[in-house]
């Protein structure tokens, strides 16, 4: 399975394609991320975004996108942003037929580091391993977003072969 990680923002928009399955070793294909100038105004940020995902899906052709669902937070314009951009992977996903599958910062780190406590060092660690990386994904933006990928790999496989049991129980 092939995964397009994003771990979603305006200024820096964590992007990563990993490949693998579950129990199976896990390759990073893609590890970035999309700038933007807090400068622009939000309508061609969303475009730089959404053009730089739109590359990344046209050369590497995800199976699956994953994207970090926006929690709250206490900056609200932040919030927006984040949600804005994450926007742009959801739309790209519908209009390309791609399925997407939104995953909670707890649930990534649980998933990657065994704690859905586990603060950004250890996720990153954890990620430089996993991968079998010469050394951590910089800046944080792209390492959440191969945590992410890691997380829809694993946890998302799960998730389908477990429906796909139950559907043909029935």
């Known amino acids: ?34 700038r933007t100038e807090p400068t622009l105004g939000i309508e061609l940020r969303l475009t730089e975004v959404a053009a730089g995902l739109n590359a990344l899906v046209d050369e590497f052709a995800p199976d699956v996108i994953a994207i970090e669902r926006v929690f709250s937070q206490h900056n609200v314009s932040t919030a927006m942003g984040t949600a804005q951009a994450a926007a742009m992977g959801l739309l790209i996903a519908g209009q390309r037929g791609i399925p997407v599958a939104l995953h909670t910062p707890t649930e990534v780190k649980a998933a990657v580091t065994g704690s859905g406590r586990a603060d950004k060092p250890q996720v990153t660690a954890m990620v430089t391993r996993l991968l079998r990386l010469p050394g951590p994904p910089k800046p944080a933006d792209a390492a959440d977003a191969v945590a992410i990928a890691i997380c829809q790999i694993w946890r998302g496989e799960a998730q389908r072969r477990l429906a796909r049991a139950v559907a043909a129980a029935r």
């Not at 200024?11 to 893609?30: F, I, K, N, Q």
Request: glycine share 18%; net charge neutral.
């Open 1 to 34: 399975m092939r995964v397009l990680g994003i771990d979603p923002g305006l200024t820096r928009c964590g992007t990563a394609v990993v490949d693998g399955a579950p129990g199976a070793t896990l390759h990073a294909v893609h590890i970035g991320v999309i």
